[in-house]
């Protein structure tokens, strides 16, 4: 017969279970989801707050109504004309863009094998590329600003904020390849039902304005839900600020003129929007240069992530 001082040491069966799986995407130590199968987990905890974000935006915007472009959207405050070109300060500042899109687009081929890279790769791609094309796009249309040559404005910054969520999404989500197209045709159809609209008068820039205003929610969002390296979320808030900022000064165009004399707001919106593009691929740089180590105690390294194995299914 045993001692029975021996079996009240004994650890009760129940005690000697693996503790429960945590919410590792909610980063909310200790939290378990007893109710649901794993593939339904797998699938609705990632999903559930951006996606919540999201619908509610789409509800506001159809509940809202068409969004009209003012009607003088056109008259930019400085008229000013340099080196035979029209609008010169509007137009010229756009060549950052092209300087931030050109380095982004070599470093990626530099780091063609580079693991750390390697989910977000295509989002990447296509937001460099879109910066390049933003340059050419809204250099053009400033020389002559009207609404057909704003498409080509329109089109690209468009494709950048759907290369910026695509890559945020796929490093942090996982999911296939096909978001990054799926988001560039969304890209599209924004602008090009903005000017469908715009030929029958009406000019609606609701699609457009929630393709600008999803990556600077979901994009912070996605970071701090997966834990991102401090560095890379610090980054991209900075990112998130600066493009908040240039907003301000474009909507500000003809106040900063007069009060500054020798810029407009809408030429510092294209300087602290290309500021903003360089603080990404900067993060960029520092995983790769860092090994993807993260610069604070918190959150799980990119190296730590792109190496950790899959997560096991029932029955295998």
């Known amino acids: 017969m045993p ?22 995407s909610l980063g909310v130590p200790g939290a378990a989801w007893p109710t649901l199968s794993s593939p339904v987990r797998r699938f609705a905890v990632p999903y559930a707050l951006p996606g919540t974000v999201l619908a509610l935006a789409c509800a506001a915007l159809l509940w809202h109504g068409p969004i009209l472009q003012p009607a003088h959207y056109h008259e930019f405050a ?4 340099a080196f035979g070109l029209a609008h010169a300060a509007d137009v ?14 070599v470093g990626l081929a530099r780091n063609a094998s580079s693991p750390l890279l ?20 809204s250099a053009g249309y400033h020389l002559a600003p009207d609404n057909a040559r704003l498409v080509w404005d329109r089109l690209p910054i468009a494709l950048a904020c759907a290369g910026l969520l695509a890559a945020t999404w796929r490093e942090t989500i996982g ?14 159809a924004a602008v090009a039902w903005w000017r469908l609209t715009d030929l029958q008068g009406a000019g609606d820039l609701r699609p457009y304005l929630l393709l600008q205003l999803a990556p600077l929610v979901l994009v912070p969002l996605l970071q701090w839900q997966h834990e991102a390296p401090m560095r890379e979320r610090l980054a991209v ?25 020798v810029v407009s707001g809408h030429t510092i919106k294209h300087l602290l929007a290309t500021l903003a593009a360089a603080l990404i691929g900067m993060a960029l740089s520092w995983r790769v240069a860092t090994g993807g180590r993260a610069s604070s105690a918190t959150g799980p390294s990119s190296a730590s992530i792109a190496n950790a194995p899959a997560p096991a299914r029932h029955g295998e």
């Open 175 to 188: 999911v296939g390849r096909w978001v990054t197209p799926a988001l560039a045709a969304g890209a599209v």
């Open 118 to 137: 390697a989910a977000g790769r295509d989002g990447w791609l296509l937001f460099f590329i879109a910066l390049l094309f933003t340059s050419v796009g």
């Open 78 to 81: 400085d008229q000013r004309a």
């Open 92 to 105: 010229l500042s756009n060549l950052g863009f092209a300087v931030v899109g050109l380095m982004g687009i």
């Open 237 to 261: 808030a900075g990112a998130m600020a600066l493009y908040l900022l240039a907003k301000l000064f474009e909507w500000a165009d003809h106040g900063v003129l007069d009060a500054l004399a």
């Open 3 to 24: 001692d029975p001082s021996t079996m009240a040491n004994r650890p009760h069966p129940a005690s000697a279970r693996a503790p429960r799986e945590p919410f590792p």
